[in-house]
């Protein structure tokens, strides 16, 4: 087994070094991801938080990298795939937490009525204003949403009022307005419970 795992060996230059290179970029790049995605969104302690350890992961994957690879090539492809990997797996993440609030605008094809009593009963703020388009005289409803709400509004939408045109953007801030009640909760608290509703 020593001689197994000794820093000349086969198996440790070739199997064992390329994999701790693509663990720790997978490891890096997914906190780093998340890093620029709560940046993004304002949460300006999570941000420098995270990327307190990704830089250190990310050291220990170029040192290892480094010290191997004039004569590995497997470590410039564990280097790429774990970077690609971490990539994925990031965003992957933000799609579970799915924090943050979004536009939601909606050009309905037929009447509103019973999509608006749906989104007032339910909590859900709304604005309605008429415009005209190319095709005539068109209703407008604004709604701001949780993110996490978003597949259950598309298909409240797809069910009032099929066919509808809409849209959804990113918004940073929100102050006030009209929004579905949920039980308070941590971002630690967020992250875990969309780690268990993954599995």
């Known amino acids: 087994m020593d001689t197994l795992f000794a820093h000349d060996s086969f198996f440790f230059t070739y199997i064992v070094v390329p994999s701790l290179i ?13 890093r620029i995605i709560f940046v993004s969104k304002g949460y300006r302690f999570w941000g420098p938080f995270l990327g307190f350890f990704e830089v250190i992961i990310w050291l220990i994957a170029v040192r ?8 590995n090539i497997f470590c410039y492809i564990a280097y790429g795939a774990g970077f690609a990997m971490g ?8 799609e579970k937490i799915s924090l943050g609030t979004v536009l939601l605008r909606i050009i ?14 339910h909590h859900f703020g709304l604005t309605k204003v008429d415009a005209e388009g190319s095709t005539g005289k068109v209703k407008i409803i604004f709604t701001i949403i949780k993110r996490k709400d978003i597949p259950h509004v598309t298909s ?17 801030a929100v102050n ?24």
Request: proline fraction near 5%; charge should be positive; aromatic fraction near 14%.
């Open 22 to 34: 693509f663990l720790a970029r997978i490891s890096d790049q997914s906190i780093g991801t998340l």
């Open 64 to 71: 290892f990298a480094l010290k191997y690879i004039d004569s």
């Open 87 to 94: 990539n994925y797996i990031g965003i992957r993440l933000d």
């Open 108 to 121: 309905p094809k037929k009447d509103t009525t019973e999509l608006e009593r749906y989104f007032i009963e």
């Open 156 to 172: 409240v939408i797809n069910q009032f009022n099929p066919n509808a045109f809409y849209t959804i953007e990113e918004i940073k």
């Open 176 to 199: 006030r307005g009209v929004f579905k009640p949920r039980p308070n909760r941590t971002l630690l608290e967020s992250i875990g419970f969309a780690a268990r509703k993954a599995k």
